[in-house]
């Protein structure tokens, strides 16, 4: 019961932003994720939010948007993925290892530490903070590395996830395929991928997810190749083994677009999947911009902004570089 009081009023909160945001998005010309973001984003940064809306607004963040990706599965079908094809996973994998590297050796000129630039380099190649989340345990980084790399990769994907819808518009005028990879291969975590997908259309939302969850599935394989590395240019590293858990929702959603390539799931199941999982993603999203803080964002130091931009720019450039060879 104590665990329902401390989610209840910050997800009541969330609600009625959604709420407010379907409503606005009726009568005017942007789609209820826009307002839901935007809301969250200005409510946020104007008024000091009660601690005890916190509990509710974490939950509605992470587990209401795991839910919404596990639901968006019976919407997807294998024949929309075979859409990706081998080039898709590979531009995914090419931009993944490159932007590893680049990281890496930019953390390395810059004078960050080891582990750092790791964590930046896992949270931007794969998930964000999932990412940083499993790789600090395996290469044994500090609580204030991960904060650190936490705090900056979110940054630059809020930042992001306005800005690459616009560069879309610009270069590709919004068609689907190459606005979802850009966002799906670009963006830090899954539930900005949604959300910038959201502020172009549904279609986009979708594929960029797909994109997005290839990156996931190769999470696994980011860990064990950043430890291995950190085990052979330490000495004194520990023979320590890590487990890495495997997102629930990525078996889910595999599952449930399994059954609905077979057409195990009924239209009317899908639509209600397809409905629950909207109303849930823009609830995530006004909890998503209720906890960007728009000063730390201006308040950070050079040395991390260069890094931050630097990082940005090259994965930008390199995805409309393998875009334009492969799509």
Aim: proline fraction near 2%; hydrophobic fraction near 55%.
């Amino acid at each position: 019961m104590k665990t329902i009081f401390n989610v209840f009023p910050g997800l009541v909160f969330c609600l009625v932003i959604a709420l407010i945001s379907q409503t606005l998005s009726i009568y005017l010309p942007f789609g209820a994720a826009t307002f839901s973001i935007l809301i969250g984003l200005f409510i946020g940064n104007s008024f000091r939010i009660k601690s005890n809306f916190e509990g509710g607004r974490k939950f509605a963040e992470s587990k209401l948007l795991e839910v919404s990706i596990f639901l968006l599965g019976s919407t997807i079908s294998a024949q929309m993925i075979s859409l990706l094809g081998l080039k898709g996973v590979f531009l995914i994998v090419m931009q993944m290892c490159l932007v590893i590297i680049f990281t890496i050796w930019l953390g390395e000129k810059l004078g960050f530490g080891v582990n750092f630039s790791y964590l930046m380099a896992s949270g931007n190649a794969v998930c964000g903070s999932s990412a940083i989340g499993a790789t600090a345990p395996a290469i044994h980084a500090t609580g204030e590395e991960k904060g650190l790399a936490v705090t900056l990769v979110n940054m630059m994907g809020t930042v992001l996830m306005f800005v690459l819808p616009v560069i879309a518009s610009v270069i590709y005028h919004s068609e689907t395929l190459p606005t979802s990879a850009l966002i799906g291969s670009t963006l830090q975590s899954v539930g900005q991928v949604v959300a910038s997908g959201s502020l172009v259309n549904d279609e986009v939302k979708n594929y960029a997810t797909l994109f997005k969850l290839i990156r996931v599935i190769f999470l696994v394989v980011v860990v064990f190749c950043l430890s291995n590395i950190k085990k052979r240019n330490v000495a004194e590293y520990s023979n320590e083994k890590v487990k890495i858990q495997f997102p629930w929702y990525i078996i889910g959603f595999l599952i449930l677009c399994g059954l609905n390539s077979i057409g195990s799931i009924p239209s009317w199941a899908s639509n209600l999947s397809n409905n629950t999982s909207h109303l849930l993603e823009i609830i995530a999203l006004a909890a998503i911009g209720l906890n960007v803080n728009l000063k730390m964002i201006i308040k950070q130091g050079r040395s991390l902004s260069l890094y931050a931009l630097s990082i940005v720019g090259f994965q930008i450039i390199i995805a409309i570089v393998f875009i334009q060879i492969f799509y």
